[in-house]
């Protein structure tokens, strides 16, 4: 137990001070690491509760997600009847209760339009299943409901979906290593640290951006329109400040169609959003305005009417502008948003942790001081009971701190104000093992044995003991890193590699000092 | 150098002649605590029943019921507002979750109290923001108590397999006590529970769990030795083998939590406060709990000769293992 063969003493210092080196990027910053060539090593990131941020958790409305589905399904039965070499002629169109369904008006066709329903519909991979489900019912009616394999496929590609416009939205904000990830089935998170403005980032991010250009149907009467009646083929919606206005249904153009879109300034000076279509999407809008001349059209923004201008001329070129109640900075969000491309699904906060920036630094004072007077009173508290065994339990914690923080930094870690808890119990229970180990050396000295026995038995007894103490402490960190969140993670990680290197550092690496300073002086007795 | 020893040498305190009456007093105290969080309730954070909670400092302390008015006049329910006793300047205030099921309702009320704070006070900093909708915190809660119990048996289960069953056994009553205390400490201080309680509450189980490994370790070493000793002896006499070692360790890390409870800043009080307990609560049932249950439970040192292999302490742990498993 006490041979250390030269090659084990170097390979024992070379690790620590491997540790010790790849600790300095992270307690010396990103600037100073540059300065001493060390920029490109790996650094701990600090947690949001320490360098301030916001951390938000959306949830997809999943049911939105069917009736997109199952509305997109009926438009596009209704477009392949009408393809077909003899139209087929379906009616009595329902999108109710998450299923669509139609009459075939001639029973002749049944089959042949089953055959097309059946077509629609495709394998959900893996599964074996078709993502919808296609029966006749009463030998007239056609019913289509999403499977539930279908279902989870739609919501996982709308969430897909979602994620890719959510990134677009936050790189277009700007802001330094944001974290945005899908969690479960029906959520994302998105972690922003150091932008202070929590309210801009939701209303950014969870605009949901549907951009609809529709003609305004003229021939609705007053009395219907304030009832909300509308005929088939229009819809009322209303304006920004709640009046109504009905509209045609189908879309002459829609965002999907938009190639750019920037904030810019109207005839006037104010803020507005100016877009720019693709070609496709341009013939269309320039055909619709210039058989339209005169009549209004309506702008719609998420199911709100923005405006409704009056076409005046043909519109080529296919650009166009949006003009509203709009500020610089929301006439800018519009725009990204629109740019970014509509989100699939609406997504709710459920939700929000933001802490500021002056917050986080209070927090990082007040851990740190509260770490260094932590392990000051413990060097202090160690020396006076162990003394020179103390001084090596000592260094054994001081290298343990360093070693922690090099191998959170290889791992990309993040430091939390719950894992400088963790660092600071660290500290206190890191000593445990020397305190086992130098009780147990106690112990056997006075049992009557030599030194080099007692030393011997002192650490090979503890070792056991500190084993199984520190595998239990581990059971509960596992735990931790597997069922907490946020916080309970944070100070997991930190608790978890503080226990594996600990074990190094103050068994292995005090036991080679001791080992050292016993076969040097060969004293008769020691004073432990 | 005179270094210091704080238990004396070869100490003979009598731990298992009190421990009838320490088991009358643990179970006074742990139904006193079943009763307190029972009766009196857990002040739950944000985390576990959802509302939001904004932290406001303002550039003068504000005057409570100036602010009271401001966020009872949005209708967003019963806020709870506190300032702080070491820092008056800062407010804590707390409104519930909406009685509504859009699950964007409760992060909605946000914008609005501080818009209207913002408005009648100008210049105030939030400085942290928490908003939790229902459906989250009932996950959450889920989460933290399967968490907590998970832990507590699955580190019993290691008791078993490491040692015999009896060990076990009392490991996880003595935990399960050091939980119910834990619990009993937040329903009387009224501390916030929220999510790094858990953590806390784990913490402590951990360490509850090391200091009482390193006993069991004793008498398990201890039954090896001495096999005519009976189990009361053995206990007594690990329990004060092991002393020096238990309160090196318990000021060594008290030492470390109080200077986190002086210097850590409010965000960790009661997280600190709750493992500060722990600590001295699960160095007292390592010896009155875990330790004294062991002999109720009949746990016997093996008479001699009836394993022949059997030799001194040096044998190991591996060979235990295999005779109990």
Known sequence: MLDFPRWKRISIWLALLLGVVLAVPSLIGETYSKQIGMGGFPRISLGLDLAGGSHVLYEADVEDVAKTRVAAMGDAMTQAFKREATPIDIGDVSTNNGQLSFLVRDPARLDAAMEIARRQTNGVATSGQRDWDVRVIDGTRIVMTPTAAGLKSFISEAMKGAHDVVTKRIDALGTREPNIVLQGSDRILVEVPGFQDPAALKALVGKTAKLEFKLVDETVSPADLAAGRAPIGSQVLRTEAGRPIAVRRQAIITGSQLTKAQQGYGQSNEPDVEIQFNSEGGKRFAQVTRDNVGKPFAIILDNIVISAPNIETAILGGSASIHGSFTVQSAQQLAIALQSGALPVNLKVVEERTVSASLGKDSIHAGVTASVIAAAAIVVFMLVTYGRYGVYANIAVVLNIFVILAVMAMLNGTLTLPGIAGFVLTIGTAVDANVLINERIREELRRGRNVVMAVELGYKEASRTIFEANATHGISGIIMLLLGSGPIKGFAVVLLIGIVTSVFTAVTFTRMLTAGYIKRHRPAALNI | ?325
């Open chain 2, 1 to 325: 150098m005179r270094l210091l020893k704080l238990v004396p040498d070869n100490t003979n305190i009598g731990f298992v002649s009190l421990r009838g009456w320490a088991f009358g007093l643990t179970a006074l105290l742990t139904v006193v605590a079943v009763f307190a969080t029972l009766t009196r309730g857990l002040e739950l954070g944000v985390d576990f029943v959802g509302g939001l909670s904004i932290e406001a400092t303002f550039p003068q302390p504000p005057k409570i019921d100036d602010l009271r008015a401001v966020v009872d006049h949005l209708g967003a329910g019963d806020a709870n507002l506190a300032q702080y006793a070491d820092n008056p300047k800062t407010v804590s205030i707390r409104v519930p979750p909406p009685k509504s099921s859009d699950p964007g309702a409760t992060n909605a009320v946000v914008n609005k109290v501080q818009q209207a704070v913002s408005a009648k006070f100008p210049g105030v900093h939030f400085g942290k923001t928490d908003s939790v909708s229902g459906k989250v915190s009932d996950e959450l809660i889920k989460k933290g108590i399967l968490a907590v119990v998970l832990a507590v048996f699955a580190i019993a289960l290691f008791g078993w397999f490491r040692f015999e069953w009896q060990f076990g056994l009392s490991t996880f009553v003595a935990i399960g006590h050091d939980v119910l205390m834990t619990l009993g400490f937040f329903a009387v201080t009224h501390f916030e529970v929220d999510l790094t309680t858990v953590a806390a509450v784990l913490t402590v189980v951990g360490y509850s769990i090391n200091d009482k490994i390193v006993i069991d370790d004793r008498i398990r070493e201890n039954m090896r030795k001495y096999r005519q000793m009976d189990m009361r002896g053995i206990v007594d006499l690990s329990v004060n083998e092991t002393l020096p070692r238990t309160v090196m360790t318990s000021l060594t890390v008290l030492l470390a939590l109080g200077s986190l409870l002086i210097f850590g800043g409010h965000v960790l009080m009661g997280f600190t406060a709750a493992m500060i307990l722990g600590v001295v609560v699960g160095t007292y049932s390592s010896i009155y709990v875990s330790s004294s249950l062991l002999i109720t439970l009949g746990l016997k040192p093996q008479p001699p000769g009836a394993t022949p292999r059997a030799k001194g302490p040096q044998s190991g742990a591996e060979r235990i293992t295999s005779e109990g498993a």
